[in-house]
């Protein structure tokens, strides 16, 4: 059923925002992709950036690199440092908010310093009111620079348990990705994808090439890559319907990916 944009008004003049028929009327609305050739690039924190010049310089030559065939908008996460902080403020009773704030600096300042890399080749950071520039830097040098922490602060909601705050920089870049409409979202990470376990403590561990957010669950692996909330995002989104995990140690893995290779883990929404 399809709704005229009249109609649309009426029903919101008229009735509550959380009317069935009113919603109903709201998602049969045309849903326009702003940014559709562009794929969100999530660099991990502790992952990546806290590795520090070995792990960061081959990667920034491969972004340089791509950006001549691709358009991307690079997240960064925050990493060990804002762990150090959520350990303080948590231990003083601070509340997930708070904490949310603290994440925010630290993924800013990792944002800042790939920035500050890029810049020779004209690729910028940007935060805040920065964002409605984002189709110009692509327009002009392919790439640019973002902090992944979304911008809740102190209006974070607070996880079900614990005051670590549960939308983090994973989350971060997934919704920028999802409302931007863009056409992928990756994570580059330390390990090659997702395991059965741990990877790193456990030898018995199996790679999964391919798995569903429902199989993630059922099979008790719904928190052990990525933020949990990320699935539950990536099960309800209209643009995103799949994200990929990427190795960003091994050379050339970025490249891959963005050429539209099946390369570490793929999690599709159903």
Not at 25 to 50: C, H, M, N, W, Y
């Amino acid at each position: 059923m399809t709704h005229s944009t009249a109609e649309l008004e009426e029903l919101l003049m008229q009735r509550s925002l959380s009317d069935p028929q009113l919603l109903a009327a709201a998602e049969a609305a045309p849903d326009f992709r702003i940014l559709p050739d562009a794929t969100v690039i999530k660099i991990g924190g502790q992952s990546v950036i806290d590795r520090g010049r070995a792990a960061v310089y081959p990667l920034v030559d491969e972004i340089v690199a791509a950006r001549k065939h691709h358009k991307m908008l690079i997240g960064t996460g925050a990493g060990t440092r804002a762990r150090h902080l959520y350990s303080i403020a948590a231990g003083v009773g601070l509340p997930a908010g708070v904490l949310s704030q603290l994440g925010a600096s630290v993924a800013d300042q990792n944002a800042v310093m790939l920035g500050q890399l890029l810049a020779k080749y004209g690729i910028s950071a940007v935060d805040g009111a920065g964002l409605s520039a984002v189709p110009l830097y692509l327009a002009e040098v392919n790439a640019v620079v973002f902090s992944g922490m979304p911008p809740y602060n102190l209006w974070m909601r607070p996880a079900p348990e614990g005051v670590i705050p549960p939308y983090r920089t994973d989350a971060g870049c997934f919704l920028l990705a999802e409302q931007f409409g863009c056409k992928a979202m990756i994570y580059v990470k330390d390990e090659n994808g997702l395991y059965t376990a741990n990877p790193k403590t456990s030898k018995d561990a199996t790679f999964i090439p391919k798995i569903s957010v429902d199989e993630m669950k059922a099979k008790g692996l719904h928190d052990s890559i990525l933020e949990f909330p990320v699935l539950d995002l990536l099960k309800t989104a209209r643009h995103i319907r799949e994200i990929q995990v990427v190795n960003g140690l091994v050379p050339g893995n970025l490249s891959r990916v963005l050429a539209g290779e099946h390369v570490g883990t793929i999690i599709t929404a159903s």
